[in-house]
T-cell receptor, first 116, second 112 residues
Framework: DTEVTQTPKHLVMGMTNKKSLKCEQH?????MYWYKQKAKKPPELMFV???????INESVPSRFSPECPNSSLLNLHLHALQPEDSALYLC???????????????FGEGSRLTVL | QKEVEQNSGPLSVPEGAIASLNCTYS??????FFWYRQYSGKSPELIMS????GDKEDGRFTAQLNKASQYVSLLIRDSQPSDSATYLC????????????FGKGTRLSVIA
């Protein structure tokens, strides 16, 4: 069983909808990540939070808005998405220092998003 | 641009054989190296990490690192059909907040 929990597992939304993806971990990890993965492609980094602060934003369109309310929770707010945003959205966490990250990621099971 | 290269496969091996998965990386400053396994429709799972030159063994899995050649590999001994998955090589340079760089993955098929 994964120790990173993502909800919902599946989400279908229209282009005008607003929805959120949620992620929770209780491993005491201080770095949390959002990745996007299309079929037969590797995970593509979107955002990194380190100690609840946004440390990396990989030039993601503003229709994706991350939020880290506390060290255990990570949200991804979705608004005005396009059909090409349909993908598997993966949350991950890792132990982190302020200097460097271990690179050992623990992934949640993902949220499969379909935009109509 | 830091790059991690893998053959996309599919790599087909008979059950019981050794599967050899290879990965090269471009950043000489890379410090840590990981292999993730991803079953179809599932999320990636870390199976091996290696930080220094040489071999690291864990059960049927052996990771090999050669920093001079910028090459890392994963050997799977006594391959089982349950090993059929995509294997992602990932590299971390530890320079500041540089994120992990994933290769495109190699699809392994173990034939019973």
């Amino acid at each position: 069983d994964t120790e990173v929990t993502q909800t919902p597992k599946h989400l279908v939304m229209g282009m005008t909808n607003k929805k959120s993806l949620k992620c929770e971990q209780h491993m005491g990890h201080r770095a949390m990540y959002w990745y996007k993965q299309k079929a037969k492609k590797p995970p593509e980094l979107m955002f990194v939070y380190s100690y609840e602060k946004l440390s990396i934003n990989e030039s993601v369109p503003s229709r994706f808005s991350p939020e880290c309310p506390n060290s255990s929770l990570l949200n991804l707010h979705l608004h005005a998405l396009q059909p090409e945003d349909s993908a598997l959205y993966l949350c991950a966490s890792s132990q982190a220092s302020l200097v460097a990250d271990t690179g050992e990621l623990f992934f949640g099971e993902g949220s499969r998003l379909t935009v109509l | 641009q830091k790059e991690v290269e893998q053959n996309s496969g599919p790599l087909s091996v008979p059950e019981g054989a050794i599967a050899s998965l290879n990965c090269t990386y471009s950043d000489r400053g890379s410090q840590s190296f990981f292999w993730y396994r991803q079953y179809s429709g599932k999320s990636p799972e870390l199976i091996m990490s290696i930080y220094s030159n040489g071999d690291k063994e864990d059960g049927r899995f052996t990771a090999q690192l050669n920093k001079a050649s910028q090459y890392v590999s994963l050997l799977i001994r006594d391959s089982q059909p349950s090993d059929s998955a995509t294997y992602l090589c990932a590299v971390n340079s530890f320079s500041g907040n540089t994120p992990l760089v994933f290769g495109k993955g190699t699809r392994l098929s173990v034939i019973a």
